[in-house]
C-alpha cells in the first residue's frame, strides 16, 4: 500500500491540473483511513456527494463512509476551507475593476457556496475597488436582498459605484425574473443616492452570468462598463 500511496502522490505532484477529483482526495486522506485503501474512500466520498465537489465539506453523514475517518474528513474541510480563502482575497486591494470578467474573478469564490450568498464590490469614480461585503446568506433557493444593506456601505465608503453578485447552488447561471426585478430595484435606489450600479452578477462553478451583458440592467445602466 506504502508504494501505491507514493505513487499517485507523485503524479498529484508533477501533474495536479491532470489529476482526478479522487486521486487528489485520495492524497488528503493518505495515512488517515486506517486500513482501507485511501483511493476506496475517496472513490465512496464522491459517490456519497454525487460527484459535486461543491459542498463536499458539509456533508454531515461523512461517519458513515467506510474508512472516512475524523481526522480525514478534518483534512478536506481544512483544504476547502484554505481554497475559499485564497479565491475570496483579490490579488491587488486596488484593482480596477472594468469588465464583468474582472468581477467575477473576485466574486469566484461565491460557486463554492453550498447557498444562495449575496455580495457587493464597492468601486471609487475610477472604479478601483475599496471594499467587498458578503451581505446576505440564504438557503438552496434563496437570498433576501434589501438596498439599504447593500447602499449604507456605499455610502460610508463613500464609494461612487457598485458591483453586486449572488450564487445559484444549482450550477445554473441563469438570471431568474427575481435576480431581474432585485435589479432593477437595487439599480433605482443607488441612483437616488449618486451610486451607480455597474452590474449584477450571477456566480455558478467555473461561469457566471452578467445581466449588462444581457441586457437585463434597466433604463438605468446607461453608461458602459469602463472608466
Same mark, same amino acid.
Given at each position: 500500500m506504502?508504494?501505491? @500511496?507514493?505513487?499517485?502522490?507523485?503524479?498529484? =505532484?508533477?501533474?495536479?491540473?491532470?489529476?482526478?477529483?479522487?486521486?487528489?482526495?485520495?492524497?488528503?486522506?493518505?495515512?488517515?483511513?486506517?486500513?482501507?485503501?485511501?483511493?476506496? =474512500?475517496?472513490?465512496?466520498?464522491?459517490?456519497? !456527494?454525487?460527484?459535486?465537489?461543491?459542498?463536499?465539506?458539509? #456533508?454531515?453523514?461523512?461517519?458513515? @463512509?467506510?474508512?472516512?475517518?475524523?481526522?480525514?474528513?478534518?483534512?478536506?474541510?481544512?483544504?476547502?476551507?484554505l481554497?475559499?480563502?485564497?479565491?475570496?482575497?483579490?490579488?491587488?486591494?486596488?484593482?480596477?475593476?472594468?469588465? !464583468?470578467?474582472l468581477?467575477?474573478?473576485?466574486?469566484?469564490?461565491?460557486?463554492?457556496?453550498?447557498?444562495?450568498?449575496?455580495a457587493?464590490?464597492?468601486?471609487?469614480?475610477?472604479?478601483?475597488?475599496?471594499?467587498?461585503?458578503?451581505?446576505?446568506?440564504?438557503?438552496?433557493?434563496?437570498?433576501?436582498?434589501?438596498?439599504?444593506? @447593500?447602499?449604507?456601505?456605499?455610502?460610508?465608503?463613500?464609494? !461612487?459605484?457598485?458591483?453586486?453578485?449572488?450564487?445559484?447552488?444549482?450550477?445554473?447561471?441563469?438570471?431568474?425574473?427575481?435576480? #431581474?426585478? =432585485?435589479?432593477?430595484?437595487?439599480?433605482?435606489?443607488?441612483? @437616488?443616492?449618486?451610486?451607480?450600479?455597474?452590474?449584477?452578477?450571477? #456566480?455558478?462553478?467555473?461561469?457566471?452570468a452578467?445581466?449588462?451583458?444581457?441586457?437585463?440592467?434597466?433604463?438605468?445602466?446607461?453608461?458602459?462598463?469602463?472608466?
Amino acid at each position: 500500500m506504502p508504494g501505491k @500511496i507514493s505513487l499517485y502522490r507523485k503524479l498529484v =505532484v508533477q501533474d495536479p491540473q491532470n489529476s482526478s477529483d479522487e486521486d487528489l482526495l485520495a492524497v488528503l486522506l493518505s495515512g488517515a483511513t486506517g486500513k482501507t485503501e485511501p483511493r476506496h =474512500v475517496a472513490r465512496s466520498l464522491l459517490a456519497h !456527494a454525487a460527484d459535486n465537489l461543491i459542498g463536499i465539506d458539509k #456533508i454531515s453523514e461523512f461517519e458513515q @463512509i467506510p474508512g472516512l475517518t475524523g481526522p480525514g474528513y478534518a483534512r478536506i474541510v481544512a483544504a476547502v476551507e484554505l481554497c475559499k480563502r485564497a479565491m475570496r482575497r483579490p490579488k491587488h486591494e486596488s484593482m480596477s475593476i472594468t469588465s !464583468a470578467e474582472l468581477a467575477y474573478e473576485v466574486f469566484i469564490s461565491l460557486g463554492l457556496e453550498p447557498e444562495e450568498n449575496f455580495a457587493v464590490l464597492y468601486l471609487n469614480r475610477r472604479h478601483n475597488l475599496i471594499g467587498k461585503r458578503i451581505l446576505t446568506r440564504g438557503n438552496m433557493e434563496h437570498t433576501i436582498v434589501d438596498p439599504r444593506q @447593500i447602499l449604507r456601505p456605499a455610502i460610508a465608503m463613500g464609494a !461612487a459605484c457598485i458591483i453586486m453578485a449572488h450564487n445559484h447552488p444549482s450550477g445554473d447561471p441563469a438570471p431568474s425574473q427575481a435576480d #431581474i426585478e =432585485v435589479t432593477e430595484r437595487c439599480g433605482k435606489a443607488a441612483n @437616488i443616492l449618486g451610486v451607480e450600479l455597474l452590474d449584477h452578477l450571477v #456566480i455558478a462553478p467555473g461561469r457566471f452570468a452578467s445581466l449588462r451583458e444581457l441586457g437585463l440592467m434597466g433604463s438605468y445602466a446607461y453608461r458602459p462598463f469602463t472608466t
